[in-house]
């Protein structure tokens, strides 16, 4: 089975791992009612940076998840994740059903936010055309047959 390019591996994971991060909200400005947010403070690589959190988005964030995103380019790509990321050998399987449950939670947590929602059929798109690029062509069958067995 041939290895997917090393470049479209680095494309995919660089993508997951900005899709993971993009729903943290850090703003520079504090400024807001006091009724509205809560100020606290991130650590990310050694720097500190205040993160507001308006009431809209907490309550955004513990808001029971929709079954689906409402946007289709992200709606199917959650619906093939699984099967064409288990044809492209991108993660050991072991790892796989966590890393689509994180994409998964991510993708409709941001489709609840106003904010973040307007850029979500791009992102999606453009995390489908990097899973193609890096299938080399193969097709990502969702119901693959059984293999068979030699007598």
Do not use: W
């Amino acid at each position: 089975m041939p290895m997917p390019s090393r470049r479209a591996v680095f494309a995919l994971l660089g993508s997951l791992a900005l899709a993971a991060c993009s729903n943290r909200l850090f703003t520079r400005s504090t400024t807001a009612p006091p009724h509205a947010s809560t100020a606290t403070t991130t650590h990310s690589a050694g720097r500190q940076r205040p993160q507001v959190a308006s009431a809209s988005s907490a309550k955004t964030s513990k808001a029971p998840l929709p079954d689906r995103t409402g946007i289709a380019a992200c709606d199917d790509y959650l619906s093939s994740y699984l099967a064409c990321h288990r044809a492209a050998a991108i993660f050991p399987p072991s790892q796989l059903q966590a890393r689509y449950e994180a994409m998964r939670i991510n993708l409709l947590r941001d489709s609840m936010n106003p904010k973040i929602r307007p850029q979500l059929a791009a992102r999606c798109n453009s995390l489908a055309t990097q899973l193609r690029q890096a299938l080399h062509g193969k097709s990502c069958d969702v119901n693959p047959a059984p293999t068979a067995s030699s007598p």
